[in-house]
């Protein structure tokens, strides 16, 4: 009652109205909360906050393409990287995961979505030389396990620029490739490609070091990878990986946990639940 109060007393009121409509959409009165909400939305048209509690509203009325137009109107309102912003935008792209996920039964916009959720914004002060991978990022650093079906996460790697052995890394996200793993258990719902193309580099490197591991095992000298590098002459170089030369699998038990790769190191060594994993340079 102290709510339509105030909504009643300040109609114009953006948080007493908003609060309002939370108190109408918390018990169930959705049709009432949407049409209080439609009072906003011209005034407060620019209002991300406004169009992400729409977006709720219409979810809740099984309105899913709405819903999910008013997700999309929230992520484009925020046009900044502030911590309140990165907070909201996740918290749309997640409601746009869940409406594909659930309601559409498409688990690979699903995916997608959940990855722009939960992939950070990279820094603007990252250098031009830590290439960067933003757009080709196919899994979040904190779901490994989902890809192997398990808990598993990197949960001590640090979100971000980071040295590690004296390189820098941009650990934001991974380009996780599939192959017959993950081919055989997800069948036509396989969100992973099979290759990564067309990544900028645009400049001239004297070292180009990458961040990698496997997520399987297989006999050392098995090829298991290429790195296709295009050059401005139109020529290219393929640098072949090799299981046991240039990287092992990223969980580390302990019989295999100090074997050697001639060609690789480990440079970030971290626990996730029970086990410790590895990354390969």
Do not use: C
């Not at 380009?175 to 990544?199: E, T, V």
């Amino acid at each position: 009652m102290l709510a339509k109060y105030s909504a009643t007393k300040a109609p114009e009121n953006f948080e007493v109205a908003i609060g309002y409509s939370e108190v109408l959409f918390t018990s169930g009165q959705y049709a009432n909360a949407g049409n209080s909400l439609e009072n906003l939305t011209e005034k407060y048209s620019d209002n991300p906050e406004l169009w992400l509690a729409v977006g709720y509203n219409e979810s809740a009325l099984d309105n899913h393409q709405s819903a999910l137009d008013k997700f999309q109107k929230t992520i484009d309102l925020l046009k900044d990287n502030s911590l309140k912003s990165i907070k909201l935008k996740s918290e749309a792209y997640r409601q746009r995961a869940n409406i594909f996920r659930s309601e559409f039964k498409q688990p690979i916009a699903a995916h997608k979505e959940d990855l722009k959720a939960l992939v950070p914004p990279r820094l603007k002060s990252s250098p031009a030389n830590l290439i960067d991978l933003t757009s080709h990022y196919t899994a979040p650093v904190r779901g490994l396990g989902s890809i192997q079906f398990s808990d598993a996460v990197m949960g001590n790697l640090p979100l971000g620029q980071n040295d590690l052995n004296g390189n820098q890394y941009d650990t934001r996200g991974i380009i996780y490739l599939s192959g017959r793993q993950q081919d055989q258990r997800r069948g036509n719902k396989n969100p992973y490609p099979k290759k990564a193309g067309g990544i900028r580099v645009n400049q001239k490197l004297n070292n180009l070091k990458f961040l990698q591991a496997t997520t399987w095992t297989d006999p050392d000298g098995t090829p298991v990878a290429n790195y296709i590098v295009y050059y401005e002459d139109n020529t290219t170089a393929v640098v072949p990986v090799v299981y046991g030369v240039h990287l092992r699998d990223w969980y580390q038990e302990e019989p295999n946990r100090n074997l050697k790769t001639p060609e690789a190191e480990i440079v970030f060594r971290g626990w996730t639940g029970n086990f410790s994993y590895g990354l390969y340079q």
